[in-house]
């Protein structure tokens, strides 16, 4: 079955930088696109970019657009997220989901920016 | 402000149908087919139920269905179940600019 499994996350503090990861099982990672989506506490879901299935297109949205970077490694079926720059309102679970539009997703990592 | 808005909350009781709303523009809803709802119960990660307007997949219930009329797509979902209770967000492709959209989120409650 679809599996998808981010890592990276933890306590971070402010102006710093984070990596996130999200490694994919059990579908063929390199034929599909992939999405990083965030929801902080108590709040929506916030799409934050996509990548295409070859890492030849990607589209970021407004919240994080100059301070992020979507990339993937599809040899070793991992998803990579990098964001610059962490702010407290950056603080939230980000997920990772694959699909033309999300369709499986992650279970999430917790991102904590504080000082 | 979400780009996409739904109503903050529904209701229903069991074994009812409940339709909650999405309205958007002639630039995401409006001019593609690729919308898509999700559910979310509490400490869960979102779960797809409806992609592409009306399709459904694997798994999900044919109580859950999908629709769209020009800017607004609408999710109902009929005979109620306590397990329905969840937050429901829709979402659409917005083109390259705005390449995906979500709303705001709706608490549905089974009362």
């Known amino acids: 079955q679809v599996q998808l499994v981010e890592s990276g996350g933890g306590v971070v503090q402010p102006g710093r930088s984070l990596r996130l990861s999200c490694k994919g099982s059990g579908f063929t990672f390199k034929s599909f696109g992939m999405h990083w989506v965030r929801q902080t506490p108590g709040k929506g879901l916030e799409w934050l970019a996509t990548?295409?299935?070859?890492?030849?297109?990607?589209y970021y949205g407004d919240s994080l657009r100059g301070r992020v970077t979507i990339s993937r490694d599809n040899p070793g079926n991992t998803l990579f997220l990098h964001i610059n720059s962490l702010r407290s309102d950056d603080t939230a679970v980000y997920y990772c989901a694959t699909g033309q539009v999300p369709y499986y997703w992650g279970q999430g990592t917790l991102v904590t920016v504080s000082s | 402000q979400s780009a996409l808005t739904q109503p903050p909350s529904a209701s229903g009781s069991p074994g009812q149908s409940v339709t909650i709303s999405c309205a958007g523009s002639?630039?995401?809803?409006?001019?593609?087919?690729?919308v898509s709802w999700y559910q979310q119960h509490p400490g869960r990660a979102p779960k797809l139920i409806i992609y592409e307007v009306t399709g459904r997949p694997s798994g999900v219930p044919d109580r859950f269905s999908g629709s769209k009329s020009g800017n607004t797509a609408s999710l109902t979902v009929s005979g109620l179940l306590a397990d329905d209770e969840a937050i429901y967000y829709c979402?659409?492709?917005?083109?390259?600019?705005?390449?995906?959209?979500f709303g705001g989120g709706t608490n549905l409650s089974v009362l």
């Open positions: 979402s659409s492709y917005g083109g390259n600019n705005n390449y995906l959209l």
């Open positions: 990548i295409s299935f070859d890492g030849s297109e990607s």
């Open positions: 002639s630039s995401d809803i409006g001019a593609y087919k690729y």
